[in-house]
């Protein structure tokens, strides 16, 4: 046998081979691990918003235009407000008998952190209805 016998040999030597089977499970096991766990080191990430073709949005009396510029800058229908002032317009609109749709529109380079505070601000207020605007694609030519 490999590992020695029952019976005691004063010439047996000691065994002197090492079982490379158990190192060479850990080590697939840690590849493996790396190879799926890699791809997730990554800290940045990439988001291009999209551009639909869709049909434009319907502008009606109970319509709120949201607009978001790339400094954070809150537009309610073309003028410019804070973010306090635009949670009082909300609290107003949410008691509202007919509930208006607000249009959110935003700038490619504007922060989440501004559009989840109007999101928020929104819920919190009771509005339900709100669209995110896109710009159209650009015109391919030839088509």
Do not use: C
Request: charged share 15%; net charge neutral; no cysteine.
């Amino acid at each position: 046998m490999a590992f020695g016998g029952l019976e005691k040999k004063t010439t047996a030597a000691p065994m002197a081979d090492i079982n490379m089977t158990p190192l060479i499970d850990v080590m697939l096991v840690l590849l493996v691990i790396f190879i799926i766990t890699a791809p997730l080191f990554t800290h940045a990430i990439r988001l291009d918003l999209p551009k639909v073709a869709a049909a434009p949005a319907r502008q009606t009396p109970q319509t709120i235009s949201l607009a978001i510029d790339d400094a954070g800058k809150i537009y309610w229908n073309g003028n410019v407000i804070t973010l306090d002032q635009m949670r009082a317009r909300f609290a107003d609109a949410g008691k509202a008998a007919q509930q208006p749709e607000i249009q959110l529109r935003a700038a490619r380079a504007t922060r989440y952190e501004v559009i989840a505070q109007i999101m928020g601000a929104a819920q919190q207020a009771g509005l339900e209805r709100l669209g995110f605007v896109t710009d159209p694609p650009p015109p391919v030519p030839g088509h």
